[in-house]
């Protein structure tokens, strides 16, 4: 009796262990591919959130592929095709890194003047939902669209953290992010070391984009003469390319191999310069 007993209680916890990798494995939220996340996060970045994520490689495809189709017919060359149908196919995501650059640069340079004007309205008696809200008229002038509408949601649901929340994943900016942290903690625990706190973050601010500013002026003499390196060869043959039986030489096995070895070559020495010469940036945080 004993013996089966013990059976059913096995066969019980057998059971229950299927059970339990069962729910484990099938019952999960599905989760966002790392390559479409990337893609929504620089489409975020560089303020095109209404745009869907699979504009961007679609747009890519096409720039791509009538690129390519355009040089060879052009020039008969295979490898020159494939070249342009890889450069142009990159030149989207180039523009909205480009874009998103600019954004983060321009929203840098504004940040510390929208923290003084918060920190002034705290020190007024604004509250803080009042004090966030006041962004939209004297916040960096990109993000001030999303400052109207926490403005609006606030003033419709009276809750501050969940608003406060979707403006953060609205703005995708890691200045904000601290800053949001900040006014969240405060909110959570009281105290009335807000208005210091919030000064010191803008001095912080400050001292960061003047060493930024420093550091990316004594570079760009550098940048530019690499860039002009990278670019002089390619420049010759284009003008090379005028004359006719130029693109002749290139049409054979050996050409090819030599064009798509100074490419190769190209790429990389100017995909290294850019790494070792990159500026750290700032990242977000609580994401």
């Excluded at 893609?39 to 747009?59: I, K, N, Q, S, Y």
């Excluded at 640069?105 to 002034?120: C, F, G, L, N």
């Excluded at 064009?259 to 994401?287: E, I, K, Q």
């Amino acid at each position: 009796m004993n013996g089966s007993m013990d059976g059913v209680r096995v066969g019980a916890l057998l059971g229950l262990g299927v059970f339990c990798v069962w729910w484990a494995c099938w019952t999960r939220p599905p989760r966002v591919r790392r390559p479409r996340r990337r893609v929504r996060a620089l489409l975020d970045a560089a303020g095109w959130p209404e745009v869907p994520t699979a504009a961007l490689p679609f747009v890519c495809l096409v720039a791509g592929t009538g690129a390519g189709v355009l040089v060879l017919a052009v020039s008969a060359v295979p490898v020159l095709g494939f070249g342009a149908c890889a450069a142009a196919a990159w030149a989207p995501v180039v523009l909205a890194r480009s874009r998103a650059r600019r954004r983060e640069q321009d929203a840098a340079a504004q940040w510390p003047d929208a923290v003084d004007a918060m920190t002034a309205s705290v020190r007024a008696g604004a509250t803080l939902p009042e004090a966030v809200a006041g962004l939209a008229v004297r916040g960096p002038s990109g993000f001030r669209p999303a400052f109207a509408r926490f403005a609006a949601a606030h003033r419709a649901s009276g809750s501050f953290d969940a608003e406060l929340e979707r403006l953060r994943d609205d703005l995708a900016d890691p200045v904000f992010d601290r800053l949001a942290a900040t006014v969240r903690m405060t909110r959570q625990v009281g105290g009335s070391d807000l208005g210091a706190t919030l000064r010191t973050f803008s001095g912080y601010l400050r001292e960061d984009a003047r060493t930024r500013g420093e550091l990316q002026a004594r570079q760009s003499w550098t940048v530019s003469a690499a860039r002009l390196a990278v670019a002089a060869p390619w420049i010759v043959l284009a003008l090379l390319a005028t004359r006719p039986g130029t693109l002749a030489a290139f049409a054979d096995t050996t050409g090819a191999l030599v064009l798509a070895g100074g490419a190769a070559l190209t790429a990389g020495s100017y995909r290294l310069m850019l790494r070792l010469g990159r500026l750290p940036t700032p990242r977000r945080v609580l994401t």
